[in-house]
């Protein structure tokens, strides 16, 4: 013990502590007590920044910067296409499927039959059925993808623009990327596009697509003409009933699109995901679906669909391949009462899961997202003078898909043909401006450990004058007190063995 106190004694004399060996050297009372306070006091003033500066370290918390990428880092987009109107009616007539105004014939009939209900159910069972969901669940997926537009009866010229140099070279779309089918209910098939990985680092910068929108039958069920797109990251698309912007027939359409890339920090300084598709689920037509909190959010009420209705939401444009559940909305050919009190509690069960749950489920963004920015100018095309060239073009040496059997036994371009064509065609350019440059919002942590660490030494030696230096102090002090005690026991058995 003896050995300990004076060791201990020793080290507060030499220590590199600073005003500690100045307790033991003065000799006035007064300033030694002085001294003491004071070492107290620093020592409890830095413990306390230490403190604080600790926990406000544990926040991580994180600041919010704004970059401007280098020009060419950005790859041109992903663009699905879709025509407004989803019917091929000819290709409705070719399978011997039920046209869909007779589909909705069928179900005021077939509705108007269910005399167990009142007229406000019988209203609701019929608005539950009367819509393109509605129809779809009738033919099903596959039979669904029948009737819908072909790419070649819908998209007849498509090409990237690369550029090389001064010079501008034309890229069929076929070649240079891939063009993929997709499927939501509103309007069936729809194509997406976009640039094969090899020709991802290509410069790009624009698109144009030639589409062809037929008018040789009139629907009741949807009144107008034209097209709708959107610009999206590779996998799957949004929404395209909330997100599409209309393309409109007879006009030449110009798309200014820019990115806003975004970069969140994860845990611990955040709350985001790299998951860049949905697990296990799918468009219609079996193609991947991009992650997003709109789409997560989407899952999330279709699961519970699933799970307490038994059965799937046409109208959620997600499908389940595994889950091995009819459509909710889906109505048998012949009448079938049990079928329709089920579809009208299927329905009534769907509205409840969006009333109790909807608004619980909240989804994590993507650590790395992209929001695409467009600006539209349109202008009338074609002009008369071109339509000849238009014809000879495109639609003559076309592969003649069914709608162009209109135009074959035009020789000559006459004035109803002319406007016809005129008529049924759409011309866009995507332009795409961040190809010189995009803006990049990131999220960096606020104070690193090594900020903390710095701070945490920075606040030592500034009250304490506590350096690295200490920790050899104490590794001495404590080899001092092991050798000196071995010394101890030594001088004991030495002492014995003399007795």
Known sequence: MVHLKEELTKFLKTTSIKGVPKVFQVRNTFLRILWAMSIIGFFAT???????SLLDYLKYETITVINEQRQGSTVFPSITLCNIQPFDYDRIEKYGYIKPEEYFSKVDYYVSKMHELNTSDREELKTSLRDIGGYFSFLGIENA???????????IDCNYIELDGELTIKRKCEDFGD????????????????????????????????LHIA???????????????????????????????????????????TVEERKRQGKPYGDCTDEERLKDYRDFAGSEIAYSVSTCEIKKIHDSIISKCKCQDVHSLIYKPSANVSFCHKMDEVFNIQNLRDILQNSRCIQKVYEEL????????????????????????????????????????????????????????????SDLLENNLIKVKFNWISHKGSKVISDKAKAKFL??????????????????????EFFELFYRLLIGSNENRIRVVEVRTLR
């Not at 900020?451 to 050899?472: H, M, P, Q, R």
Request: proline share 4%; charged share 15%; glycine share 6%.
């Open 46 to 52: 830095a413990f306390f920044q230490v403190i604080y």
């Open 145 to 155: 993808k029948r009737v819908g537009f072909e790419k070649n009866d819908f998209i």
């Open 179 to 210: 063009i993929v089918l997709t499927q939501q209910p509103p309007y069936l098939n729809c194509y997406n596009i976009n640039l094969k990985a090899e020709n991802s680092n290509k410069g790009v910068d624009a698109m144009t697509v030639l």
């Open 215 to 257: 008018d040789h039958f009139k629907s009741d069920i949807i009144q107008s003409r034209g097209a709708v797109f959107a610009i999206h990251d590779k996998y799957g698309a949004p929404s395209m009933s909330l997100n599409g912007l209309t393309l409109s027939t007879n006009t030449f359409t110009s798309v200014y699109s």
């Open 358 to 417: 909807g608004s619980l489920y909240t989804c994590i963004p993507r650590c790395r997202s992209k929001s695409y920015t467009n600006l539209l100018s349109k202008s009338d095309w074609p002009i008369k003078s071109s339509v000849l060239n238009l014809y000879q073009q495109f639609i003559k040496p076309h592969p003649l898909g069914k709608y162009f059997k209109i135009y074959e036994n035009a020789t000559n371009i006459n004035s109803v043909v």
């Open 451 to 472: 900020d903390f660490f710095s701070k945490f030494g920075g606040i030592l030696n500034l009250w304490t004058g506590v350096t690295f230096a200490l920790f050899v």
